[in-house]
């Protein structure tokens, strides 16, 4: 069972434009949702994350904007750069119970595609 | 990659052979995990663990196993390799769990002829 489902699943931008990639989530117990970044040959790494106590982060050209109600979270790039080309990784997890343990279930991925 | 190496970086095996890869982390964090990373399916946790011989089940676990008998190794275990684990597995550490940062290795890509 899928609980994170992103889109699009992949995505092609002209620098300077603005990357929107969308999640949408099932388990209204999550309560942490970091993005990942990857590159090719490379593990994911943390890029952002928010917590449902607030509706938006930003970090530089990096913004999360969370929609509780909806069970909605996307990520905006904003200027891209073709350095941004990468594989996006949404995830999201639960500490209901206190036995989570920091577990992950993540999106299926956008490959991020920046043309100069 | 956060003081963590995978190990090997890669193998290719014959359908029914046991496979270990090997996790080794030098940053004394607590929680460890493997993934495994496919097309269309993002990353899937297939286990994880909370404390030295702490583990527990992911949600791709048939197949695997895992042990942990140091706080530096986490090492997962085919028992007899499928084609459908041809993957890459990556690798992921925390110090605190939930609601803290993954640090993933670099993977292992392995094929299972």
């Known amino acids: 069972q899928q609980q994170v489902k992103q889109s699009p699943q992949s995505l092609i931008v002209q620098k300077g434009g603005i990357s929107i990639i969308n999640c949408a989530y099932e388990n209204t117990a999550f309560d942490y949702f970091p993005w990942y970044q990857q590159f090719p040959g490379k593990g994911p790494a943390l890029l952002i994350a928010?917590?449902?106590?607030?509706s938006e982060k930003k970090e530089g050209r990096f913004t999360i904007s969370f929609n509780k109600s909806a069970k909605q979270f996307s990520l905006h790039i904003m200027d891209s750069q073709p350095g941004d080309s990468a594989t996006y990784f949404c995830?999201?997890?639960?500490?209901?119970?206190?036995?989570?343990?920091?577990?992950?279930?993540f999106g299926q991925g956008t490959i991020l595609t920046v043309h100069p | 990659d956060a003081g963590i190496t995978q190990s090997p970086r890669h193998k290719v095996t014959e359908t029914g052979t046991p496979v270990t890869l090997r996790c080794h982390q030098t940053e004394n964090h607590r929680y460890m995990y493997w993934y495994r990373q496919d097309p269309g399916h993002g990353l899937r946790l297939i286990h994880y663990s909370y404390g030295v011989k702490d583990t527990d089940k992911g949600e791709v676990s048939d197949g695997y196993s895992v042990s942990r008998s140091k706080t530096e190794d986490f090492l997962l275990t085919l028992e007899s390799a499928t084609s459908s684990q041809t993957s890459v597995y990556f690798c992921?550490?925390?110090?605190?769990?939930?609601?803290?940062?993954?640090?993933f290795g670099p993977g292992t890509r392995l094929l299972v002829l």
């Open positions: 992921a550490i925390s110090l605190a769990g939930i609601g803290e940062t993954q640090y």
């Open positions: 928010i917590r449902p106590d607030v």
């Open positions: 995830a999201a997890s639960t500490n209901a119970g206190g036995t989570s343990y920091g577990k992950l279930t």
